[in-house]
T-cell receptor, first 110, second 111 residues
């Protein structure tokens, strides 16, 4: 079967750096993705890692280690608007769909 | 221009009723989905279509029936609604593996 584990809640201060970890178990691996969802909104794509290493997109970076079945999302220079839920997801059915983790609720405080 | 649009956004209905949610994407993507998000924010795939063909049908009661008249549309019909069907239903589309664009969601409340 499949499972994804990520912390349920994280709190950090504006301007700080926060790392949200994700460990996964999957029978076939088709990449690790990250999505952001604000309350009342739709999930939006942040980042995708198919291979080991770091992908950087502005203030956000995502890392993958396939040998450890582990990845993380790194958010730098936190802003209040970064308060949201963050989901890691793995590809299934040859990558044609995603299975999502239960999400990490990030609260950024002043 | 809205990329993935779904209607209605809010729907309150009584148990036992039948309802539909419509979805359209103007991105030219071949793959479309329905996801369900429960009150604990758990996002679970229900169905996936590729070029109008059903490719993923997760363990969903057969009261839920998707229909894809063309590759830009994927509608969801729900029969005999139950209290447990209350959730947010997201339509989505994808141009490539692992990148999914979600619609704004349809908030379904069954009373």
């Amino acid at each position: 079967g499949q499972s994804l584990e990520q912390p349920s809640e994280v709190t950090a201060v504006e301007g700080a750096i926060v790392q949200i970890n994700c460990t996964y178990q999957t029978s076939g691996f088709y990449g690790l993705s990250w999505y952001q969802q604000h309350d009342g909104g739709a999930p939006t794509f942040l980042s995708y890692n198919a291979l080991d290493g770091l992908e950087e997109t502005g203030r956000f970076s995502s890392f993958l280690s396939r040998s450890d079945s582990y990845g993380y999302l790194l958010l730098q220079e936190l802003q209040m608007k970064d308060s949201a839920s963050y989901f890691c997801a793995v590809g299934v059915n040859s990558g044609y769909a995603l299975n999502f983790g239960k999400g990490t609720s990030l609260l950024v405080t002043p | 221009d809205t990329a993935v649009s779904q209607t209605p956004k809010y729907l309150v209905t009584q148990m036992g009723n039948d309802k539909s949610i419509k979805c359209e994407q103007n991105l030219g993507h071949d793959t479309m989905y329905w996801y369900k998000q429960d009150s604990k924010k758990f996002l679970k795939i229900m169905f996936s279509y590729n070029n109008k063909e059903l490719i993923i049908n997760e363990t969903v009661p057969n009261r839920f029936s998707p229909k894809s008249p063309d590759k830009a549309h994927l509608n969801l019909h729900i029969n005999s609604l139950e209290l447990g069907d209350s959730a947010v239903y997201f339509c989505a589309s994808s141009p490539a593996k692992n990148t999914i664009y979600f619609g704004e969601g349809s908030w379904l409340t069954v009373v």
